[in-house]
């Protein structure tokens, strides 16, 4: 039995309200991040004048960060414990957001390109701990409430970003937006180390030798009854294995093969829509002050859309539910684009084409990790989210280039939105094998949100 098999269903502790708190807070501060560059693109175009291929690489920058974080460095989470991933990653996305400002015009882009790399790596590595944390220590009576919250909590930080800071960057410089997030990321990592709990499945994996005694003190403070030993665990098959073979092996091998083939295509389409859609709107109508506004447009309908999943999710098949909001999201992506850039009609049509396109996220974070056991979880989902994550760098380069070789809104959108059909197709494929398979699929598992 699983250490989390014991949270009855009884009134959270402030222990674990404490870790739901924070974990949901990292979350909010992982979607400004992501959304940092597509509000202030207009003005790092105006201030450097780049093209829009040399822009989208600075948008790839944080994808490229976050594939190395997912796959590098969040599978060392499930050696050093989750609550100790945090704080560097935490840290090291503050480090990055202090790279930032110190691009100029004689330097060029290249110091913010450093400087979304790194933020990625601390963003993708997060990912590691915080839905694992929130599955963990949120109690059954609340869990559909936090898993609607954690799902919108990335469009959150977005939509706090592009109302608050967005408005700042015409007067204060879009160097503001990166000092802001340094400062936010410092006071995470602060918080991170002083306030967040570890990991109960990992610490019940007896990976030191005080894991016991580090548990029951954790289970006294959420008024649960200590452990004389550490519960049974999946460890030792994971342990004979290696974590990385037996997330390729078998039938796991071919869940994780699905899964990455959808994020790959669910994430070109997301990132495309995250970084042009505001910066098209705004270009077309030679107007920066429209980003802002436009990214606010898309957290809204971000926000709204993953409330709505998580609720449904909680009640229904998320493996059955996911490809039906992929298939709207194809439809109201497209329609975006075929719209035009004219306002108000983009704030709506976008607002509409997030609400569907931003579940997408929250279906593969809650499908993902409960796919393979405790130890190798971390490395699955970094596995998965990593790989995912050439899409998300594709597609700010290569949509670059396909406006600059003259595609209209229309056209681009259209094809862009395509590859969320795919990614629908692979969940209902999983969900088919799943079906099929003598074993009991596992319940899915909260992780991470940064797309």
Known sequence: MRITDHI?????????????????????????????????????????????????????GALIGMLVGSIIVAPLADRIGRRRMGIISTT???????????????????????????TGVGVGSLVAVVGVILAEYTGKRVYALVMAVYAAAINIGGLLGSMIVGP????????????????LSALAAVATWALLPESLAWLSEGRRADSLQRLNVLLAKMR??????????????????????????GR????????????????????????????????ANRNPVLAPQLVSAFSIGGILGNVLFGFLGNKLNVRLLTPVFLTLATAALALFGIAGPGMPTAWWTLFVASFFVCSGTAAFYAIVPGLYPTLARSTGFGVVIGVGRFGGIAAPIVGGAAFDAGMGMGTAFTVFALPMLVAGLCVLALHLVQRRSDAPSPRPVLAGTSA
């Not at 990055?96 to 790399?117: C, D, H, K, N, Y």
């Open 168 to 183: 700042m960057l015409g007067e204060r410089g879009w160097q503001f937006g990166w000092w802001i997030g340094f400062a």
């Open 8 to 60: 009855p269903q009884e009134k959270m502790s402030g222990l674990q309200i404490r870790a739901i708190v924070i974990a949901i807070a990292l979350v909010v501060l992982d979607g400004y991040d992501v959304s940092l560059t597509s509000f202030s693109a207009p003005y790092i175009e105006q201030g450097f004048g780049v093209s829009k291929a040399e822009l989208g690489l600075v948008m790839s």
């Open 252 to 283: 796991t091998g071919l869940y994780t093969l699905l899964m990455i083939v959808g994020y790959v295509a669910y994430m070109l389409s997301f990132y495309f829509m995250t970084n042009w859609a505001p910066s098209s709107v705004a270009s």
């Open 92 to 118: 090291t996305i503050a480090v990055g957001m202090f790279i930032g400002p110190f691009a100029t015009q004689e330097t060029g882009t290249w110091p913010l390109v450093v400087s979304r790399i790194v």
């Open 224 to 249: 649960r009854p200590a452990l004389e030993a550490l519960p049974e665990s999946d460890s030792k098959n994971v342990e004979a294995k290696g974590s990385l073979r037996t997330v390729f092996t």
